[in-house]
């Protein structure tokens, strides 16, 4: 009888370091959970899941319908990354609900543009021009900051940066005197005719038939703040799972769909 019980409580820590043993034989085939929106953030990450099984990584992607839920469920730990927003929705994101959740690298941006059917150059500009630009608060923040970046204005300190939206009040110096209208982000591509350039969001622009690369005067810097961006858990940024998630997302494979597909609509921040 002795023996028995000797040989049932010897099988089961047999049992039990195989199943221990089985856990640690698949610790390294963790599925990584990454949130995303719907479109082109979608199409791309099917190109960077096929990128990151070449080096091991498995990812599984999860679409979302709108932008509040991915950082919450990042955050609740339910996703181990997203990747849908730029810096200053994060920021504001962080700020308001308190989230641990940091920017592990850049994707892309849909590059805010000005358009002209007078100009090729802002450098064109006349005395008192008139520029149309977005009313919104965050897009017409996004269009003075690349008239500053053109050296067309140049904005009171801190305005547009760290959440501080600027509007054309925030205007410093305006050696030309230009004429800044602010109307609704959608009208802008009709205004080409009546003023001397517009600042245009991609997707009004294309809807318009503007091509961002090709008929711009000016576009967003790929190193804009409102390019998109990877996020993470503060505690999971220096894991090297996410080190080969970056990777797979910033590959050539990677750029190269992203130039192909969206042509020019959607530029590689990486």
Do not use: C
């Amino acid at each position: 009888m002795q023996r028995r019980n000797i040989l049932k409580a010897l099988s089961a820590v047999i049992a039990g370091a195989a199943i221990v043993t089985s856990f640690g034989a698949h610790a390294d085939d963790k599925v990584i959970k990454v949130g995303t929106i719907g479109g082109p953030d979608a199409q791309i990450w099917e190109v960077v899941t096929k990128v990151a099984k070449r080096d091991g990584l498995n990812v599984k992607v999860v679409e979302f319908n709108d932008y509040v839920q991915p950082n919450a469920a990042l955050d609740a730990g339910d996703l181990d990354a997203n990747s849908f927003q730029h810096q200053p929705y994060l920021d504001s994101q962080v700020k308001q609900r308190g989230y641990k959740i940091v920017n592990a690298g850049l994707t892309y941006i849909s590059p805010l543009g000005i358009y002209s059917k007078k100009l090729k150059s802002l450098k064109d500009l006349a005395q008192g021009a008139k520029i149309a630009v977005p009313n919104d608060p965050s897009n017409e923040n996004r269009a003075l900051l690349l008239l500053q970046a053109q050296g067309v204005i140049k904005l009171k300190a801190g305005a547009g940066t760290n959440g501080n939206n600027a509007t054309a009040l925030d205007v410093a110096e305006n050696p030309k005197k230009i004429k800044l209208l602010e109307l609704d982000a959608a009208q802008l591509p009709r205004s080409l005719s009546d003023v001397d350039a517009a600042a245009i969001n991609t997707n009004f622009a294309l809807a318009a038939g503007l091509q961002p690369t090709k008929d711009a005067i000016a576009l967003e810097d790929i190193r804009s703040p409102y390019a998109n961006l990877i996020a993470v858990r503060a505690q999971d940024k220096d894991k090297p799972w996410v080190k080969k998630l970056v990777a797979a997302y910033q590959s050539e494979d990677v750029r190269q769909f992203i130039k192909t597909q969206f042509k020019g609509s959607v530029v590689p921040s990486f």
